[in-house]
Structures are given as structure tokens and as C-alpha cells.
């Protein structure tokens, strides 16, 4: 029987959050800066290039405007 992942929710930054499962990646209202001081990758607010690029389904939704997103 083939083992499938888990929700994985994760918040990113501000009202930013990303929700991962199997090869399905959704990102919630992702802020286009770094957040001062954290580092990098998912903890850190970030989204690296290559979680996008080894999901086959990658959502955007955005709920509401701002400049950086």
C-alpha cells in the first residue's frame, strides 16, 4: 500500500501560509519580501524555488492586495 503525506501547514509570514500535501502545494497570501533576521526556507517564511518545483500542483490564492503581494 502506497504511504501518503500527510497535511503539512505551514505559516510563512504576515498572513502568508503554505498548505503541502503529496504533490499539491497551495500558497496562501505569500509576501514578495524576507521577513528581517529569520534565515531562509519554509520556517523562515520562504518559499524555496525547489519545494515549487518538485510539486506537480502548485495553487496561488490571494485574498487581498497589497503592494508586495
Not at 497551495?26 to 529569520?38: L, S, V
Request: aromatic share 2%.
Amino acid at each position: 500500500m502506497e504511504k501518503k503525506e500527510q497535511l503539512k501547514i505551514t505559516y510563512l509570514h504576515n498572513s502568508g501560509i503554505a498548505i503541502e500535501k503529496d504533490e499539491l502545494l497551495i500558497i496562501i497570501d505569500y509576501a514578495m519580501h524576507t521577513p528581517g533576521g529569520r534565515g531562509e526556507g519554509l520556517l523562515s517564511g520562504i518559499i524555496p524555488t525547489d519545494l515549487i518545483q518538485k510539486k506537480s500542483k502548485v495553487l496561488v490564492l490571494v485574498t487581498h492586495r497589497h503592494i508586495d503581494h
